[in-house]
């Protein structure tokens, strides 16, 4: 359903016509001089995949400056959830620009900070008595954890896995495992780091408990369990390829935190806030984390994170020892209450649910069409993710990837890759695109596998 009538928007949000719509070259005219003038302005080490600038984005498009319409199925990394631009949202950080951008919460505090730790400490796991901090990035809440977990626990190791992403500052470079592009050239690293092996059910044939027996017991041998402040996991890997691990692992990994004393932080970064069709991924598994980190879909866009945890252990650190100048700015902090009540409102987690089935289906047929080259399907939610490899093997095939991804952005449908052997691509659509826009983009995919194989 490529329109080919022009549209003139003048405001993003739902209101955009929802419309895949090619009408130039790509990078089209102003997009090629903005490209050129980036080149020339932005530091190289920033590479940007869609050869389109953005003018504006809602619902389940994304519209560039030269009027071509792209189905958006990343989401700006799973983090536009509720909707670019949702007029509540838009709305929620008009009032607050207009009342005030910044004070500081360190010095001079405001409602919406406490707000929005009241809605975390509600929404999150568990029913023991939590509380939260707010910081900017998804990197800056891991190591908020780590800073929480080492006073509580007065113990230094850290234990992460395989696959695992956590950031890109210092120490949670020392905690994502892939070197390229991540970490190359940039140590040394952060120490007391600790790499276990991931329950990966498509590479390797142990049931979640086997592998957790795996992990701890090399925890046990290699660093003791009494010297491991906390043990930190995304329930589905992200940038990792979406790496379900099988059932029973994370279940095994929490009991043996508990019998040691040490803190299951669940990095929820990615897989938080209803992408996976419940609020939080470690929900489908029936674990309870110590300690849980919360950013991306959080303020549909605008820059806050979140640690949230047992009351007790939160409350470990002494005075002023947490903290950061713009740490839940108001503007932000507003922008998450109105993302939180549309998400209760329309409820978005049976959305979630459904874009499952759809993109399950589709893919499952995509499968079938390419003799072998989708080795794997999995994910929650709209957290889906293909396993690319050469026919009949599980030898990765990373060459397909880019041909598909370039096929379907010609074709105006965004896609993005991940995975440690660059072969996975991932779906994170926003939950409100509509079942024809989203059925359009598999439509598009499946003519690109069928071109790329
Ligand atoms: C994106 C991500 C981070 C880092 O978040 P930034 O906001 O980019 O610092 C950490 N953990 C996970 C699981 C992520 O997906």
Redesign the pocket.
């Known amino acids: 359903m490529t329109e080919t009538t022009t549209f003139t928007p003048t405001a993003g949000g739902p209101g955009l016509p929802q419309v895949r719509r090619i009408v130039t070259e790509l990078p089209g005219p102003k997009s090629a001089a903005l490209m050129a003038r980036r080149d020339a302005a932005v530091a190289n080490a920033l590479s940007p995949g869609l050869p389109a600038y953005i003018e504006y984005a809602g619902g389940g498009v994304l519209v560039d400056v030269d009027g071509n319409s792209f189905i958006d199925m990343a989401s700006g990394?799973?983090v536009t959830t509720v909707g670019n631009a949702d007029p509540r949202v838009v709305a929620a950080v008009q009032k607050q620009a207009a009342a005030f951008t910044h004070t500081c919460f360190m010095i001079a505090p405001y409602e919406g900070y406490v707000q929005v730790c009241e809605a975390l400490n509600r929404l999150t796991p568990g029913d023991h008595a939590k509380k939260s901090i707010l910081l900017?990035?998804?990197?800056?809440?891991?190591e908020n954890a780590v800073k929480i977990a080492r006073v509580y626990t007065k113990r230094q190791a850290i234990v992460v896995f395989e696959h695992?992403?956590?950031?890109?500052?210092n120490l949670?470079m020392a905690l994502t495992a892939k070197n390229m592009p991540y970490k190359e050239g940039f140590g040394p690293f952060a120490g007391e780091i600790h790499r276990m092996p991931m329950s990966y059910p498509f590479r390797n044939s142990e049931s979640g408990p086997e592998m957790a027996d795996i992990a701890t017991t090399r925890i046990d041998k290699e660093i003791g369990g009494h010297n491991v402040a906390a043990i930190i996991i995304?329930p589905i890997?992200?940038?990792g390829g979406f790496i379900v691990p099988a059932p029973g692992f994370l279940k095994a990994l929490r009991d043996y935190c508990t019998a040691n004393g040490i803190l299951l932080v669940a990095?929820?970064?990615?897989?938080g806030f209803g992408r996976t069709g419940a609020w939080f991924a470690c929900e489908h598994e029936g674990v309870v984390p110590d300690l849980i980190?919360t950013?991306?879909g959080i303020a549909d866009g605008m820059?806050l994170?979140a640690v949230t945890g047992r009351a007790e252990v939160m409350d470990s650190v002494h005075k002023s020892g947490l903290g950061g100048t713009y740490s839940g700015n108001p503007v932000a902090c507003a922008a998450a209450l109105a993302a939180i009540e549309t998400f209760e409102k329309d409820d978005l987690l049976a959305r979630a649910r459904h874009i499952e089935t759809v993109m399950k289906a589709r893919l499952a047929d995509i499968q079938a069409a390419t003799g072998g080259v989708i080795g794997d399907i999995r994910g929650r939610g709209a957290m889906i993710a293909i396993e690319m490899v050469q026919p009949d093997s599980k030898e990765p095939n990373a060459g397909i990837v880019g041909k598909v991804v370039a096929h379907c952005v010609k074709q105006g449908v965004f896609i993005i890759t991940a995975g440690t052997y660059g072969n996975v691509i991932r779906f994170l659509p926003p939950l409100v695109i509509s079942d024809q826009l989203l059925n359009d983009a598999f439509d598009v995919i499946k003519e690109a596998f069928l071109a790329s194989v």
């Open positions: 990394i799973a900017n990035s998804g990197a800056e809440a891991v695992a992403y956590h950031g890109r500052t949670t995304e890997m992200g940038e990095d929820e970064i990615q897989t980190t950013a991306k820059p994170s």
